[in-house]
């Protein structure tokens, strides 16, 4: 198989979530135009940069090796991090794009929350679209498998990043808690996931359910454009 044809199976298995993604939007009719919908993507992809680099400033090992150890890289060294960088690339994207028109914090209302949240999920998939396809280019046996683990546990992580997005400035409190969550269900995934046997079991249901929180989050109360007769 040739080196072309390879990275065309990677591109495209990596991308099916987000074409579920797409394609779940567009047909539930949620305020997402396709321009809006790229630029969150890409801005999640870019998020896998600053990510690596902090990780990389981050590299460090202990002078002895245990839970602690084990602790910082997983919680802190992996998961904070990638939270982190996706929550710069959204507060950089909606600052400059005015993806929510007025920034008063009087003007938060709860469907600026659910549109910060439907765009963390899309970012999320950005992030995982890229870092699945830089695995896959040096292991393609771990494709699949990344693509039903990894995609869903970026979307449900930046979801609640997304939130936090938006709510930062009117509601900082409830902003942290959002973005503490994402960072424990990273770091619990990527635990369960670096143990053989029944715990990595484990990590694709942690992703799963977090998964499926987050789309509860996105459909419910979401206020619809009206459709004419």
């Known amino acids: 198989m040739s080196g072309l044809l390879v990275l065309i199976i990677i591109i495209f298995i990596s991308s099916i979530p987000v074409i579920i993604t797409y394609i779940w939007f567009r047909a539930a009719k949620y305020k997402f135009t396709f321009i809006q919908f790229l630029f969150v993507l890409l801005a999640g992809a870019a998020a896998f940069f600053p990510a690596l680099i902090l990780q990389d400033i ?3 090992s202990f002078s002895s090796r245990g839970r602690m150890e084990l602790f910082y890289h997983v919680f802190f060294r992996i998961a904070f991090t990638e939270e982190l960088s996706r ?4 507060l950089l994207l909606f600052f400059i794009s005015g993806f ?8 938060i209302k709860w469907t600026d929350v659910k549109k910060g949240t439907a765009a963390g999920f899309i970012a999320g998939l950005g992030f995982a679209l890229l870092e699945n396809a830089v695995y896959a280019a040096s292991d393609t046996s771990v494709l699949l498998l990344r693509a039903v683990t990894a995609a869903p546990l970026h979307a449900a ?3 609640r990043v997304g939130a936090a ?3 930062l400035r ?6 942290f808690f959002r973005i503490l969550a994402a960072t424990a269900i990273h770091g619990i995934y990527n635990f369960m996931a670096a143990l053989p046997g029944f715990p990595s079991i484990m990590a694709i249901l942690i992703a799963l359910t977090a998964l499926g929180s987050s789309i509860l989050s996105i459909r419910g109360g979401w206020e619809k454009p009206e459709v004419n007769p």
């Open 157 to 159: 992580c930046g979801s």
């Open 87 to 90: 929550m710069l690339m959204l």
């Open 58 to 60: 981050l590299n460090f």
């Open 165 to 167: 997005s938006v709510m």
């Open 100 to 107: 929510f028109k007025n920034d008063s914090k009087e003007s």
């Open 170 to 175: 009117s509601n900082p409190i409830q902003a």
